[in-house]
């Protein structure tokens, strides 16, 4: 999961809603870290 959340596509999307909905992501991932 942690490479595909590092990935350039994901990191940097073309659309600013496919930014957000990666952010999204990386925020619920170290979510999940820090529990």
Do not use: S
């Not at 999961?1 to 170290?30: F, I, M, N, S, T």
Request: glycine share 8%; no cysteine; proline share 9%.
């Amino acid at each position: 999961a942690k490479e595909l959340l590092d990935a350039g596509p994901v990191r940097e999307p073309l659309q600013p809603a496919g930014r957000e909905a990666a952010d999204g992501l990386r925020k619920a991932y170290e979510e999940l870290l820090a529990a």
